[in-house]
C-alpha cells in the first residue's frame, strides 16, 4: 500500500456535540497523521461549490444549508491506505448502516447529519484537499 492523503470534515452536528477530539483521536489511534488543520465556518458558495458534484441531487440544498449551520473542522490526513482507512473509520454514509464502532455509527443519527466527510477517491483527495488548504499549509510529518 502507498501513503496516501485524504480530506476529512468534522461536520456541524459533531462540533456542537463537542466530538473533534474524539473524532480526531480515532484517526490518530487509527494510523492516520494530522498534516493540515483548521476550523471554518463555511460560506454558501464554499458548500456548495465543495459539493458540487451532487448539485442535481435532490438533498443538495439541504446538505449545502447543514454544512452552513455551524463551524466546521477539516483535516488532511496522512497515513498508508489513508482514504480506505478513513472511510473504514467514519462507517457507512447513512449511520443506521455503518458498523458498530465507527465514527458515524457512534455520532451520528441520520444521513443528513452524519458527523464526517471523507474522500472517496485519490482523484477527489486531491481535488478536496486543494479546495481548502494550499500547498504551504500542509506539514508532512518530519518526526
Ligand atoms: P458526504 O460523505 O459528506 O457526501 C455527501 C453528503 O450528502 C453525505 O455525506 C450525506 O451527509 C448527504 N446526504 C444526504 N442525503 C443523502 C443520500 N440520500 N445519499 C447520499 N448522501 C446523502
Known sequence: ???????????????????????????????????????????????GGFYEVHKERPFYNDLVEFMTSGPVVIQVLEGEGAIAKNREL????NPADAAAGTIRADFAKTVDENAVHGSDAPE???????????????CPRTR
Open 1 to 47: 500500500m502507498t501513503i496516501e492523503r485524504t480530506l476529512s470534515i468534522i461536520k456541524p452536528d459533531a462540533v456542537a456535540k463537542n466530538v473533534v477530539g474524539d473524532i480526531i483521536s480515532r484517526f490518530e489511534k487509527g494510523g492516520l497523521n494530522v498534516v493540515a488543520l483548521k476550523m471554518a465556518h463555511l460560506s454558501k458558495d464554499q458548500a
Open 90 to 93: 467514519m462507517g457507512a454514509t
Open 124 to 138: 477527489t483527495a486531491k481535488a478536496e484537499i486543494a479546495f481548502f488548504f494550499s500547498d504551504d499549509e500542509v
